[in-house]
């Protein structure tokens, strides 16, 4: 175990007889260094993004040090290995007979009082208590005894609801509340086996990063009430994608069967939200699922909507831009481009539409802005950190791909016409068309613009609900859900990641993306990763995007 010193600034460490090097600037634990090598070290109350507090002794290893004469002296005593840092040197054995008979009397404590509640348990199937059991466990309990039973505790949070059986007191979800969201409201009450999560009464834990609790909790202690008794983990499919709900862009899990969204859940990215996700985001995925979308096209015959199939309706839509393109060349179109809708979506569409009426005006569509970030931690009073600080914010901006947009159609109009601005162009009759992508489901067009809408001589709506658009439109178009749309978004920070369609479109919609493909006569089937291509070789500013895959973090445009 030699290390070239002052040249090499790696540490070499021994973890089951396997040499791993790790840097020494890292300040790797002992989990840390040995999930490097492959080796599993089981914890329960060590999380990467809470504080140490070594408490409940599963991760106990056997460590030592190697002397530069090659000579091994081990500590007699077993040491946590989430609070031993991995230093050059040091010797780790997970295996030893002495760290076995460790996990197994830890795991036989910890089920003391733990109910035989799997077959009923949310978070079977994903719960460390049953894989760190099968693993490392008794096979059988040596408990004569009564456990101890005590009642489930539903007033714990809107969203969540504690098992308080189950528990196995690691203070994960207590130190999330302290030391991420800030609000403190989890905390121990009583002391020894009596010990229990509870909050001050009447404080519910209903601050926005609660749900987060859930997932941190390694047993089926805190569950989700929104997925409570849905769906069994090992049915679902999982998918890698990206939260619509703000600019932040979370790095999301989204779980579904059947083509129904059951879950969804923060997926690690350093580059976006870290380990965690805000509640708009996880629970914000129910429409997706709902029976009202619109399902089909409509066209308006007077006051009746009728159905449309959906080439009849890209020849409507081709018969309107020819029309167009012969009175004005498309002056008095607007194309209303949301905010919501991937990079790839909005170039096709402004292809096609700019194919046959070049003249087309771009407008950034509806954006709702809350007009400050939310940030966290939250101190004593409830005040926000500044941006700097803050280990998770929620943006006042409630769009994923506004800054991506915004990009796009200044590379092809020099000035940026934003939705605000467009009444006025209504109402000195420059604008007379409009197609208007309305994707984001929370936006809800207040009367006034739903007015202003009325003086079009014809409006196209891409749009989930009717929404009071079928007072307005001539043509209401199906769109799709985030979680059925395949291509890229750009978050508040220039980072551009891969959404990811984790079911079919709703009742077989054709998505945007392939609308304005065939509108624009391509042939074959829509594929994201050459659109992004094409827009990456076009705009200097996605240049970064000419890749195959943008990988797990995505790839930071430098904008
Ligand atoms: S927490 Fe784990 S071990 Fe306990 S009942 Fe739930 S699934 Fe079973
Ligand atoms: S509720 Fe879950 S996260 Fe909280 S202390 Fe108990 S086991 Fe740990
Ligand atoms: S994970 Fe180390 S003591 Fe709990």
């Not at 070594?54 to 030592?64: H, K, N, P, Q």
């Not at 007033?155 to 030391?179: A, K």
């Not at 509806?366 to 803050?390: C, H, N, Q, V």
């Not at 891409?462 to 439109?473: I, M, P, Y």
């Amino acid at each position: 175990m030699m290390r070239c010193e002052g040249i090499c600034p790696m540490a070499i460490i021994s973890i089951n007889g396997k040499d791993i090097e790790v840097g020494d600037q890292e300040n790797l634990n002992l989990i840390q260094a040995a999930q490097r090598a492959g080796i599993e070290i089981p914890h329960y109350c060590w999380h990467p993004a809470l504080s140490v507090v070594a408490s409940c002794r599963m991760c106990l290893v056997e460590v030592g040090e190697k002397r530069p004469d090659g000579t091994i002296i081990m500590q007699p005593r077993l040491v946590p290995a989430c609070q031993t840092p991995a230093r050059h040197g040091t010797v780790v054995l997970t295996n030893s007979p002495k760290a076995r008979a460790a996990q197994a009397a830890t795991l036989e404590f910890l089920l003391l009082n733990h109910p035989l509640d799997c077959p009923v348990c949310d978070q079977a199937g994903e719960c460390l208590l049953q894989d760190y059991s099968y693993k490392y466990g008794r096979a059988k309990s040596r408990l004569r005894d009564e456990k101890l039973i005590r009642p489930d505790k539903d007033y714990i949070g809107d969203q969540i609801v504690l098992f308080t059986d189950r528990c196995i007191m690691c203070t994960r979800c207590v130190r999330f509340t302290r030391e991420i969201s800030g609000t403190s409201e989890l905390q121990v009450i009583y002391r020894g086996d009596h010990a229990e999560i509870d909050i001050f009464p009447g404080k519910p834990c209903n601050n926005k990063l609660a749900g987060n609790v859930v997932d941190i909790c390694p047993v089926g202690a805190l569950c989700s009430k929104d997925f409570l008794y849905k769906q069994r983990v090992w049915f679902l499919k999982h998918q890698k994608s990206v939260c619509p709900h703000c600019s932040t862009g979370c790095s999301i899990w989204i779980d579904w069967n059947k083509n129904i969204v059951y879950r969804i859940r923060p997926r690690y990215n350093p580059q976006a939200n870290g380990y965690f996700m805000c509640d708009d985001g996880r629970f914000g995925y129910h429409h997706v699922n709902s029976r009202d979308r619109l399902a089909q096209p409509l066209s308006r015959h007077g006051s009746a909507w009728v159905e449309a199939g959906w080439r009849e309706m890209k020849q409507i839509i081709l018969q309107h831009l020819d029309s167009i393109a012969q009175s004005d060349r498309g002056q008095s179109l607007a194309l209303v481009l949301s905010p919501w809708l991937t990079l790839e979506e909005a170039w096709l569409a402004i292809l096609a539409v700019r194919a046959r009426c070049p003249e087309t005006r771009l407008v950034q569509g509806p954006l709702r802005d809350t007009g400050f970030d939310d940030t966290y931690p939250k101190g004593p009073r409830g005040e926000s950190p500044p941006s700097e600080r803050a280990k998770f914010i929620v943006r006042g901006e409630k769009a994923p791909n506004r800054k991506g947009l915004e990009l796009l159609i200044r590379h092809f109009q020099k000035d940026l016409l934003t939705w605000e601005q467009l009444p006025d162009f209504i109402h000195r009759a420059e604008i007379r068309h409009a197609y208007l992508f309305a994707c984001d489901p929370l936006y809800h067009l207040s009367e006034q613009e739903l007015r202003c809408l009325s003086n079009l001589d014809t409006l196209a709506v891409w749009t989930l609900f009717r929404n009071g658009f079928d007072a307005v439109a001539s043509w209401l178009i199906p769109a799709t859900s985030f979680a059925e749309k395949n291509g890229t978004f750009v978050n508040a920070n220039g980072l551009a990641q891969s959404v990811r369609p984790a079911i079919s479109p709703y009742a077989n919609i054709w998505p945007e993306a392939r609308f304005f493909w065939e509108l624009s006569g391509q042939t074959g089937l829509f594929h994201p990763a050459s659109v992004r291509y094409d827009i990456a070789r076009a705009i200097a500013e996605f240049t970064t995007l000419a890749c195959d895959d943008l990988g797990e973090y995505g790839v930071p445009l430098g904008v």
